[in-house]
């Protein structure tokens, strides 16, 4: 159950993906994004697919591994599905009881449902290839310019980087809290909902008073340190672009292109 | 009849890229009524093997029979294997969360379904088995020390009085004494409450003294299984593993190796002294006079 989420884990491995400019990945992603509410037309999806299809099989990451994340957020995706199938008004397709399909409701929501799958996957794929350090960086790098509006770029990628670094840890700690209760004879997953919400006590105390100690060793070892903020701070492997990250920044507009066109053109 | 293991096999994260082959084909069996130690290297697979005995892991491939029964069958009561195989965590005090000990003690008894008076009972005999005094059962666990927490979250365990006990690495950071309590604290219930007893450690002094029977754990697999005259006199093997002997094994082994003809496998230092002093005319009149001097 705990091990079905992969959004904001990263997957050890050596691929091209893992290896490419974090920046790139962290652009790329946001732009894939932005292009998947651009395009609305079946070649505009076949595209955006063939393309994540690309990044996938490059990333090594087995198929499976990313499916699984997909699985967590089921629930959101059939209720989406569901709301945008029986409420969009337009040409009636099939009508039962109380519902009606319409076209348009049908259209609409398989585009929602291909659009949110494809945005989940890569992200989930941006996250499994690019380590929370990496992806800290780039995001304090992309956002450099507003450095100068005074926005705490730095700390806001610091946190960043803090929260999602914690989440297997927290995980962890929470399987082994759960097992240290279980062979006491607690019971996580049988009888009603309120005893059900009754058997999350011995589990959310332990878990929340390790979380804090946690919270509390990383700030200590953070001052003993003397971290002190962005102002001044130079990095240790500073994020250089090498060609393989400028001809990928080439492959990606390429696509970005070849996807406004499709719409443009109304294909 | 006790615990029976066949062919035991665990992959942790199989099918990716992170998957780790903890347990290695382990066949062994634990007897009712053996104190057995439990040793390997960190990463051998102790804590993995151990929450296999009680289902909390199921096995990738393999059975564990409990009196004769498989543990993974169909049907198969766990909550009433977890009574009878208690299993004490790594760092059990990360457990406790109720708002004071008695309290918390009693969460194992409550959840086997005994009524207020029984599991009190329970709770209170389990405290005062660890040595926890009465003025202590009404405090917050998070108030008591490092030691203290420990016992009572073994007293949270005892509390269901299973048949077998585990302990994972219960003197995990411990100062010298408050180890010695504990594990006089396991050897006291062991005589007073004839329960089996698996110790799990990376000391093999820890173990040496108190134990029936050792099993030896290396990468996933039961590499030596005997008493611990018979695993001690392996000491080359266990060094290659990353283990050692007691400190007493090496002693009488440069002892003997320097002429004197004394045994090798002796475990405590009374032992060892009692068998050095038995071969006091072995020792050439002008070394002893030597020594005096
Ligand atoms: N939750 C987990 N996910 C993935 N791998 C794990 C997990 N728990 C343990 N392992 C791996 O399984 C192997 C055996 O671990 P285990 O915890 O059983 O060792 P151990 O003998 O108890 O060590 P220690 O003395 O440090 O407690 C190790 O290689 C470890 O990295
Ligand atoms: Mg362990």
Not at chain 2, 36 to 56: E, R
Not at chain 2, 149 to 165: D, F, N, T
Not at chain 2, 253 to 279: F, K, M, N
């Amino acid at each position: 159950m705990l091990k079905d989420v992969t959004l904001g884990q990263y997957y050890q491995t050596d691929s091209w993906m893992h290896r490419l400019d974090p920046r790139v990945k962290l652009l790329g992603t946001l732009s894939y994004i932005i292009i998947l509410f651009v395009v609305n037309s079946v070649p505009g999806y076949l595209v955006c697919g063939a393309f994540l299809l690309v990044c996938v099989l490059l990333s090594r990451v087995p198929f499976g591994y990313i499916l699984r994340g997909l699985k967590t957020i089921m629930v959101l995706l059939l209720i989406t599905v569901l709301f945008n199938l029986f409420l969009t008004p337009g040409e009636p397709l099939v009508s039962f009881w109380k519902f009606t399909i319409t076209k348009e409701g049908l259209t609409f929501s398989i585009k929602m449902a291909v659009r949110l799958i494809f945005l989940i996957i890569a992200s989930t794929l941006m996250t499994l290839t690019t380590s929370p350090n990496q992806l800290t960086d780039a995001l304090e790098s992309v956002l450099g310019p507003l450095k100068k509006l005074h926005v705490p770029v730095h700390e806001i990628s610091m946190m960043m980087s803090i929260a999602l670094r914690f989440i297997p840890i927290l995980m962890e700690e929470t399987d082994k809290i759960m097992k240290a209760q279980m062979a006491r004879g607690a019971d996580f997953d049988s009888g009603n909902l309120i005893n059900k919400i009754k058997a999350m006590v011995p589990l959310l105390v332990p878990l929340f008073i390790s979380a804090f100690r946690r919270a509390n060793d990383l700030a200590m070892a953070m001052e003993a340190r003397c971290y002190h903020g962005g102002e001044g701070r130079t990095k240790m492997k500073p994020l250089v672009y090498r060609k393989g990250d400028v001809g990928a920044y080439g492959v990606l507009c390429a696509f970005l292109a070849a996807c406004i066109v499709i719409r443009v053109m109304g294909v | 009849m006790g615990l029976k293991i066949e062919d035991i096999t665990y992959t942790y994260e199989s099918g990716t890229a992170m998957s780790v082959n903890a347990l290695n084909h382990i066949t062994t069996e634990i007897p009712d009524g053996q104190f057995i130690g439990l040793i390997g290297h960190t990463g051998s697979g102790k804590s993995t093997f151990v929450q296999m005995l009680n289902g909390l892991l199921k096995a990738s491939s393999g059975h564990i029979y409990y009196n004769g029964e498989d543990i993974d069958g169909d049907g198969y009561d766990k909550k009433a294997l977890r009574a009878n195989v208690g299993l004490v965590f790594q760092y059990p005090e990360n457990q406790l969360f109720e708002a004071d000990v008695l309290t918390d003690v009693e969460f194992g008894p409550k959840n086997l379904g005994l009524n207020e008076s029984a599991r009190k009972a329970r709770a209170e005999k389990a405290l005062n088995l660890v040595g926890l005094s009465e003025k202590y059962w009404k405090a917050s666990p998070f108030d008591l020390s490092g030691g203290q927490k420990r016992r009572a979250a073994i007293a949270g365990v005892l509390a269901m009085e299973p048949k077998i006990l585990i302990l994972d690495e219960p003197t995990a950071g411990l100062d010298p004494r408050g180890r010695d309590e504990i594990l006089g604290l396991v050897r006291d219930m062991k005589n007073q409450l004839d329960m089996t007893i698996l110790l799990v450690s990376h000391s093999m002094e820890d173990v040496a003294e108190y134990v029936d029977r050792i099993l030896v754990m290396n990468a996933g697999q039961i590499m030596l299984d005997g008493t611990p005259r018979e695993v001690f006199s392996h000491v080359s093997e266990l060094e290659a593993v990353g283990l050692a002997a007691p400190q007493m094994t090496y002693i009488m082994r440069d002892l003997a190796a320097a002429g004197l003809p004394v045994r090798t496998d002796c475990l405590t230092v009374e032992e060892a002294a009692a068998e050095i002093l038995s071969h006091r005319d072995a020792i050439p009149a002008a070394e002893k006079g030597g020594s005096h001097a």
